[in-house]
């Protein structure tokens, strides 16, 4: 499957920005999907995850409460919605797929992705 994401942007302190990934390709497997960000010079991180059925997610500590995942399968699409945002939620942020046979997986690490988006950038200013 092949993944773009869009939506990033200049965002003051306190904002709010809404991220889409939009699938294309085998869209008719089931897909666990998620949500990571990097900053230069440092490791990618992992941000939020959704399972396929879209009733089981997942978050980094830091943007709980924050953040909200979500997706429409029929749309082959996937969102991140960031609200309250501070100046250290600036990265490139990119989405990541893989096929799954369950409807209920949930991935959270870097390596257990098989697809790529190209990445978004976000810059919260301060």
């Known amino acids: 499957v092949q993944l773009q994401a869009s939506g990033g942007g200049l965002v003051q302190t306190g904002g709010s920005l809404r991220l889409s990934c939009a699938a294309s390709?085998?869209?008719?497997?089931?897909?666990?999907m998620g949500w990571f960000r990097q900053v230069p010079g440092k490791a990618r991180e992992f941000v939020a995850a959704?399972?396929?059925?879209?009733?089981?997610?997942d978050y980094i500590d830091s943007v709980k409460g924050r953040f909200a995942i979500s997706r429409d399968n029929a749309k082959s699409t996937m969102y991140l919605q960031m609200n309250r945002l501070k100046p250290e939620d600036t990265a490139v942020y990119y989405c990541a797929a893989r096929a799954t046979m369950s409807t209920r997986v949930l991935l959270t690490t870097e390596n257990e992705y098989r697809s790529w988006g190209p990445g978004t950038l976000v810059t919260v200013s301060s």
């Open positions: 390709g085998r869209t008719s497997s089931k897909y666990v």
């Open positions: 959704i399972t396929w059925s879209g009733d089981v997610t």
